[in-house]
Structures are given as C-alpha cells and as structure tokens.
C-alpha cells in the first residue's frame, strides 16, 4: 500500500513558477514508476509527465514540455514537478500517481493517487 501526498500548489502569475512535491509512504515508493496529470474544470484529467524509477527516463506532454521538469528522490521517497514559464492554462488540480500500467499516458492504469494540489496561473 502507497500513499502519495502533493503540496506546493497555489496562486501564480503567468511566467512564474512553482514547484510541486509528491510525498509517498511505503517502501515500494522507490520501485514504481510515477507519473503527474492534471485536470481543469469540465476536462478530462491529462497527463502531464512521468519518470521511471530510476529516473533514467522521463516523458512529457508537448503542452509542458520545455517548461515542466519532473523528478524524484527516492532516498526521500519523495517526487517533484519543477514548473516555469506558467500560463493561464496550466490552472488545474495537478495529482501525482503511482505505478502505471504499461502505458505512463493512461490514468486508469495507475493504481494509487494522491488527493491533488490546486494550481492557479492569473493572466
């Protein structure tokens, strides 16, 4: 069993930056896989990035890519997504998520969530 707590979330004007950590308990933590998705008001939770275990390998969707960077500590059993270059549409609850499937891209796939982290990005 995995629990997985974001904080970092909040308020933002566009072209800033937050960073937000994903804290796992469980000693399994450091063997999953992980992945970040979002989801806006009225739209389907999207992925965002994810990262392998041994963080030798990361993906991001193209609307993030350049601007987002994940990563994570496993000694801390703790993940992270580095946000620059906010815009107005990045305003979502952004959730961490661990393992996936066989696909980093779909979110039924993973099998444990966190509660999620409010991300606002004003204009």
């Known amino acids: 069993q995995v629990q997985l707590v974001e904080s970092g979330g909040g308020l933002v004007q566009a072209g800033g930056s937050l960073r937000l950590s994903c804290a796992a308990s469980?000693?399994?933590?450091?063997?999953?896989?992980m992945g970040w998705f979002r989801q806006a008001p009225g739209e389907e939770r999207e992925f965002v990035a994810g990262i392998s275990w041994d963080s030798s390998t990361t993906y991001y969707a193209d609307s993030v890519k350049g601007r987002f960077t994940i990563s994570r500590d496993n000694a801390k059993n703790t993940g992270y997504l580095q946000m620059n270059s906010l815009k107005p549409e990045d305003t979502a609850v952004y959730y961490c998520a661990a393992p996936p499937g066989n696909n980093y891209f779909y979110a039924p796939g993973y099998e444990y969530w966190g509660q999620g982290t409010q991300v606002t990005v004003s204009s």
């Open positions: 469980g000693h399994m933590f450091s063997s999953y896989n």
